[in-house]
T-cell receptor, first 111, second 112 residues
Framework: QKEVEQDPGPLSVPEGAIVSLNCTYS??????FMWYRQYSRKGPELLMY????GNKEDGRFTAQVDKSSKYISLFIRDSQPSDSATYLC???????????FGRGTSLIVHP | GAGVSQSPRYKVTKRGQDVALRCDPI?????LYWYRQALGQGPEFLTY????????KSGLPNDRFSAERPEGSISTLTIQRTEQRDSAMYRC??????????FGPGTRLTVL
């Protein structure tokens, strides 16, 4: 079993839908949680960064961490075709600078 | 420069040849990371530097892989005696703090 599990999709939704992307993990030492967006043929770019449990909102994006369930989510409201990309979760422990990435979920938002 | 740059963007080589992949981080970024990303997978850590010091090389697959950052800026990842299983996208990232890593466009390595 991998430390970080993420469904590869693809997830196909109509424009305007609310999207829910999720990851589960097994390492209880993880304290910092990140979501990256990766467009085709590009490098990942950081979208959201959270510490420990709770919610964080940034525009149409909300990141949620439930450490008790070892489960993190990224919600995208009013999804747009420009949101079509692969979304990677990543996480690291407090004593490490090295994140462990999920395999990414491919999201397709169709007009 | 505006972001992390990597060269070459594409490299095709024959099995047994050595290759050197270059990463030019964002100016002023202290930390530099190397990852390998297979198709349909997330980046897999290889090694990282703070300034010129290699802090962690635990992700390097074997002793054919090495990396250096002699002046604390540009870094080179070298793969000796390449094998077909080395074919992948190699990505570099840099950061000023531990919070956010900025990724480069990657070098697509194909070993024939």
């Amino acid at each position: 079993q991998k430390e970080v599990e993420q469904d590869p999709g693809p997830l196909s939704v109509p424009e305007g839908a609310i999207v829910s992307l999720n990851c589960t993990y097994s390492n209880s030492a993880f304290q910092y949680f990140m979501w990256y967006r990766q467009y085709s043929r590009k490098g990942p770019e950081l979208l959201m960064y959270t510490y420990s449990s709770g919610n964080k909102e940034d525009g149409r994006f909300t990141a949620q961490v439930d450490k008790s369930s070892k489960y993190i989510s990224l919600f995208i409201r009013d999804s747009q075709p420009s949101d079509s990309a692969t979304y990677l979760c990543a996480m690291r422990g407090g004593g490490s600078y090295i994140p462990t990435f999920g395999r990414g979920t491919s999201l397709i938002v169709h007009p | 420069g505006a972001g992390v740059s990597q060269s070459p963007r594409y490299k095709v080589t024959k099995r047994g040849q050595d290759v050197a992949l270059r990463c030019d981080p964002i100016s002023g970024h202290v930390s530099l990371y190397w990852y390998r990303q297979a198709l349909g997978q997330g980046p897999e850590f290889l090694t990282y530097f703070n300034y010129e010091a290699q802090q962690d090389k635990s992700g390097l697959p074997n002793d054919r892989f090495s990396a250096e950052r002699p002046e604390g800026s540009i870094s080179t990842l070298t793969i000796q005696r390449t094998e077909q299983r080395d074919s992948a996208m190699y990505r570099c990232a840099s950061s000023f703090t531990s919070d956010e890593q900025f990724f480069g466009p990657g070098t697509r390595l194909t070993v024939l």
